[in-house]
Nanobody
Framework: QVQLVESGGGLVQAGGSLSLSCAAS????????MGWFRQAPGKEREFVVA????????YLGDSKKGRFTISRDNAKNSVYLQMNSLKPEDTALYYC??????????????????WGQGTQVTVSS
């Protein structure tokens, strides 16, 4: 069992930056692949970025390339999302998720076993 708690969301102007954190409970965090997803009102949950358990592999959604970066610190049971050059269309509820294994490449919602409650990111124009 893994419990995930996101933090760091807030209101930022377009062009600004935010850093999200996800703290995980449990001593097996280092065995999980981790991902960030987001969901805007009226839209489906969308893949943002993912990182393998060791940190050796990362996958990034197309519209986020060059702007978003994922990292993890297994000693701190945490995963991070650095978001730069934010746009109003990045406004969404951002979720952290954990997967014991990826069936594909970690870009699908159904590959993840545990989810946090989400943290709101609002980008004003």
């Amino acid at each position: 069992q893994v419990q995930l708690v996101e933090s760091g969301g807030g209101l930022v102007q377009a062009g600004g930056s935010l850093s999200l954190s996800c703290a995980a409970s449990g001593r097996t965090f280092s065995r999980y692949n981790m991902g960030w997803f987001r969901q805007a009102p009226g839209k489906e949950r969308e893949f943002v970025v993912a990182i393998s358990w060791s940190g050796s592999r990362t996958y990034l959604g197309d519209s986020k390339k060059g702007r978003f970066t994922i990292s993890r610190d297994n000693a701190k049971n945490s995963v991070y999302l650095q978001m730069n050059s934010l746009k109003p269309e990045d406004t969404a509820l951002y979720y952290c998720a954990a997967a014991s294994r990826w069936a594909y490449s970690g870009t699908r919602v159904d590959e993840y076993d545990y989810w946090g409650q989400g943290t709101q990111v609002t980008v004003s124009s």
